[in-house]
């Protein structure tokens, strides 16, 4: 394994600030179900409560492609606050937009893992939107955004992964 690390710290001196993406208009987390996870009970999943808003998530996804590769959900940790640590662990969930793309147990094991800090707002849930953008020989690259649930813009993400197709791994 290789792990390579880099990180552009600090704040530039311009002042102003705007935000030209927009979180999507989808209904509040309490207005919508709790996705189930394929093995609910079973690490860092069993840890969040994800409501998903569009697409398909965990058990809900197989026979269900998304034709957009797009995944947009509500999520919280169920015992830790949302800070930029928790930010950095939701973006790590853009695999799960690739089995809500092919409509599949498909998720993928990192190969890149970008995370953009953009602005802080407190926030109970996080709204994520996922959007896988490709699928080629065994790789797929997909991107998150994710915003407070004032719609302030927190972070924006992106990923490499190899695929890997669970029920095949798994039997």
């Known amino acids: 394994p290789v792990a390579r690390i880099s990180a552009a710290l600090g704040k530039g001196r311009e002042s102003d600030r705007h935000q030209w993406r927009y979180a999507p208009n989808v209904p509040p987390p309490q207005d919508l179900p709790v996705g189930q996870y394929r093995r609910m ?3 860092l999943h069993a840890e969040m409560e994800i409501k998903v ?20 959900f509500w999520i919280r940790s169920r015992h830790h606050r949302i800070d ?24 993928g094991r990192s190969l890149d ?25 065994g790789l797929a690259h997909g991107d998150v955004t994710l915003f407070a649930s004032d719609g302030t813009l927190l972070a ?16």
Request: no cysteine; glycine share 14%; aromatic share 6%.
């Open 41 to 43: 009970g079973h690490g």
């Open 53 to 72: 808003a569009q697409g398909h998530y965990g058990v809900d996804r197989v026979g269900n492609p998304e034709e957009s590769g797009r995944l947009v």
């Open 84 to 107: 930029k640590t928790m930010l950095a662990v939701i973006a790590d969930f853009v695999p799960g937009g690739v089995g809500n793309a092919l409509g599949s147990n498909s998720g």
């Open 113 to 137: 893992n970008t995370l953009r800090w953009v602005a802080w707002a407190p926030t109970d849930w996080v709204l994520a939107d996922i959007s896988i953008s490709t699928l080629a020989e």
């Open 156 to 171: 924006l993400g992106s990923q490499t992964m190899v695929v890997v197709h669970h029920d095949k791994k798994e039997g």
